[in-house]
């Protein structure tokens, strides 16, 4: 046993530890915030389950349309000065969650990237299950080794041509700050490398070993989850060097399709997550928007609940133009993006605590290492050695 009060200290957006309870918690809450309906078993996997919107769509399939199968992280455990990853205690909870559920969910710590971990689940999903109904896949690295070659790819948060100066949001202490920050353009070689880390690359070669052990069940379908966003964020984000990956994740869904699996794109609204929010200008644009939809900003858990209705047939697919599922369709209004544009243009020093709900951002930072959450003792000690499921 491990028990210590731990509190939360970092720099910035990151934390250096995880609130093992407030991290319970999160995935508690999560839960009690989807309705359940009567299960169709269905097996998925979800690659990418620990966090963010891969956190969402493994509670979300869950709790309400009662998915069996495997979920996917690559987190670390608890060492002598440091706790685990946040993603590693809500990776335990929501193991328990899936057995009270009744449900045949496992979680396997590994690198996806990995063909060693490809051959470990495949193998699973084999013995377990006999195969699929469908593949989540929802992966934000910084980095990549291709196991077929043996190179190391690191991804670049880079613009395309020139540089770019943008608005962000930073805090000293909880008060918040508004900066500048330049963002340099992209070689061709941070480019190529970012598409090989953030693209469909991987996506594909878990679909072809999947494929390649018949454990496609029939009407198999799959899903990457991605972002389009605001112009107010485009040159640093869409038109950017994640942009060109994010691209590249888009063709590889009609490449599949053209193959003969049933795959899209999944286009997510925005959100408070570990990744989006090292992105300069993503706090503070998200900040301004939540400031003017307040609760019609749809969550995580709500977009995901619609992604699995979707998918499941529940409801009919909402596709664009470029057979992408849109999920982002109430941030992307005129009347909203009008408002956020306003609120963006106007927002300086002596306002921004006005203009932003820079409180609500803080607070969601906060919550993704299990701080912050409503009913946690944190002046309690709580054991920080939690076994993985």
């Not at 999947?210 to 454990?215: G, K, P, V």
């Not at 991605?226 to 950017?240: E, F, L, N, V």
């Not at 982002?328 to 605590?353: F, G, K, N, Y």
């Not at 409180?359 to 290492?369: D, G, N, P, T, V």
């Amino acid at each position: 046993m491990s028990e210590r009060v731990v509190k939360p200290v970092g720099r910035g957006f990151l934390f250096l530890d995880s609130h093992p309870a407030g991290c319970v918690q999160v995935v508690r809450n999560l839960a009690a915030s989807v309705e359940p309906r009567t299960a169709q078993r269905r097996v998925a996997l979800v690659i990418g389950s620990s966090s963010g919107y891969g956190l969402a769509t493994t509670i979300a399939g869950l709790a309400q349309f009662g998915i069996d199968g495997i979920g996917i992280a690559f987190e670390k455990d608890a060492t002598a000065r440091r706790t685990a990853t946040a993603g590693w205690y809500r990776t335990a909870e929501t193991a328990a969650l899936a057995a009270e559920l009744g449900r045949d969910f496992s979680f396997v710590n590994a690198d996806a990237f990995a063909d060693t971990t490809k051959t470990e689940v495949l193998d699973q999903i084999a013995e377990r299950f006999g195969g699929i109904d469908h593949l989540i896949y929802s992966v934000a690295a910084p980095r990549r080794t291709d196991p077929r070659t043996g190179e190391t790819y690191q991804s670049a948060l880079k613009t395309i041509g020139e540089p770019y100066t943008t608005k962000s949001l930073a805090y000293d202490g909880a008060e918040p700050q508004l900066t500048e920050v330049t963002v340099d353009p992209a070689s061709d070689d941070d480019l190529a490398q970012t598409v090989k880390v953030m693209g469909g690359e991987d996506w594909s070669r878990w679909i072809t070993a999947l494929q390649e052990r018949d454990l496609l069940n029939e009407g198999f379908s799959t899903v990457a989850l991605t972002y389009i966003g605001s112009d107010i964020t485009g040159a640093i984000y869409r038109q950017g060097s994640i942009g060109a990956a994010k691209a590249d994740l888009e063709q590889t869904a009609l490449t599949l399709a053209k193959n003969g699996v049933t795959a899209y794109t999944s286009v997510n609204g925005a959100a408070v997550t570990q990744a989006s929010s090292a992105i300069p200008g993503i706090g503070l644009y998200t900040s301004l928007l939540h400031k003017t939809l307040g609760d019609a900003m749809q969550t995580p858990i709500e977009q995901s609940v619609s992604l699995w209705s979707q998918l499941t047939g529940t409801t009919p697919l909402d596709l664009d133009e470029d057979n992408r599922i849109r999920l982002d369709r109430w941030e992307l209004t005129p009347e909203t993006q009008s408002a956020v544009h306003a609120a963006w243009q106007s927002v300086t020093p002596e306002t921004i605590a006005t203009l932003a709900d820079h409180e609500w951002f803080h607070a969601e930072i906060r919550k993704l290492y299990g701080f912050d959450v409503p009913g946690i003792d944190y002046e309690a000690e709580v054991e920080v050695d939690v076994p993985w499921p």
